[in-house]
């Protein structure tokens, strides 16, 4: 088995090439580093191309035979979507479909895709299935949904089998404390209370304590990265049998807050973290929170993090060690 990934130099990529390796897969790594890390490319062999850039694209799939893409390249910031969304439709849907072109022109029939919560917009149930009405409030959402959509129709005209993974919001690191997550700037609340907390990074903020959630912040749904790596090993497996496109959420089905964020970061680290409320950030919904039955049920997906604290206490692990 031969998987080109790429996006492999990106947080969650890197995680999926540490499960791919060992399991034995044969790995070529495509990744621009615009936003990945080329350290953190440890295993298998890196090629570097821009899927803007088909020429790049070409020299990828030329005389090699994968098996399967799996594709983590994008841009992933909701505010940055909103700031700049020609990047945004750039990037995640023209040079997703350049992918699919280079794909299709070399008989590559399986995808596993990276998608996202933020397709769902404002929930208007609890907990959010895989039928929850679609309606992004931000560009990264509108362009990630686009994407589900060329994918269902690439089924139906080329065959192409793929499954589509909603996450919610990956959290934490290795175990092994040999990869994490990383970036430049870091927009993402738990690298940022746990920065705060070493006191290697800006003064923490919450965006907005007006929501309306039991403590005034946002609730989201943070699914440890390792389990995401998980749950593409079994979507990969799913389409050897299954043609079609297929979608699935990923989160552990707890929502927390970010002020719990905070505390459960206190608890790990033993540190005072200090924070100031500012206004809310735009784009974000209040309450993100999955289920993630069906994954359960089909896929056979079993998440071994479910509570914040293992899941910061790895991250923890990672950022105490970063020459910050
Ligand atoms: N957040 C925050 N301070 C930060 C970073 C994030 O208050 O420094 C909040 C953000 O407004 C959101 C939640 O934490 O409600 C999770 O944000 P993150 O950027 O980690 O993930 P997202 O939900 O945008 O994918």
Redesign the pocket.
């Known amino acids: 088995m031969h998987v080109l990934v790429c996006g492999g130099g990106g947080y969650i990529g890197s995680h999926m090439l540490k499960k791919l390796a060992a399991g034995g897969v044969e790995l070529s790594v495509l990744d621009n580093f615009s936003t990945g890390h080329r350290e953190a490319v440890r295993w298998g062999t890196l090629i570097e191309g821009d899927l803007l850039d088909p020429a790049s694209l070409e020299r990828a799939f030329a005389g090699r035979r994968f098996d399967a893409v799996m594709h983590f390249c994008a841009r992933s910031l ?1 505010g940055e979507s909103i700031a700049q969304p020609y990047d945004y439709y750039a990037n995640n849907v023209s040079g997703t479909l350049n992918l699919l072109q280079a794909m299709r022109a070399h008989d590559v029939r399986r995808l596993v895709f990276s998608s996202t919560a933020a397709v769902f917009g404002q929930p208007v149930s609890e907990r959010i299935d895989e039928d929850h009405p679609k309606a992004p409030i931000n560009p990264y959402g509108a362009s990630k949904l686009m994407v589900e959509r060329i994918l269902a129709d690439a089924a139906s005209a080329y065959g192409l089998r793929s499954v589509a993974l909603r996450y919610f ?1 990956a959290a934490g690191a290795s175990p092994d404390g040999d990869i994490g997550e990383s970036h430049q700037p870091e ?4 690298p ?1 209370v746990l920065r705060a907390a070493l006191g290697s990074g800006p003064a ?5 304590d007006d929501y309306p959630t039991p403590d005034g912040t ?1 609730v ?1 749904d943070y699914v440890h990265v390792d389990d995401l790596a998980q749950a593409h090993q079994l979507a990969l497996a799913y389409l050897d049998d299954n043609a079609g496109a297929h979608a699935f959420n990923l989160g552990n089905g707890h929502g927390f807050s ?1 002020r719990e964020v905070i505390a459960a970061a206190q608890a790990v680290s033993g540190q005072e973290i200090g924070y100031t409320v500012e206004p809310r ?1 735009p784009g ?1 919904p209040s309450v ?1 929170v999955a289920s993630s039955e069906k994954a359960r049920r089909v896929l056979g997906w079993s998440p071994a993090y479910t509570a914040l604290e293992p899941i910061i206490a790895s991250a923890w692990r990672w950022h105490r060690a970063q020459p910050y």
């Open positions: 909701v919001n927009t993402h609340l738990i940022n923490l903020k919450v965006f907005g946002c989201r970010v950030r974000d993100l």
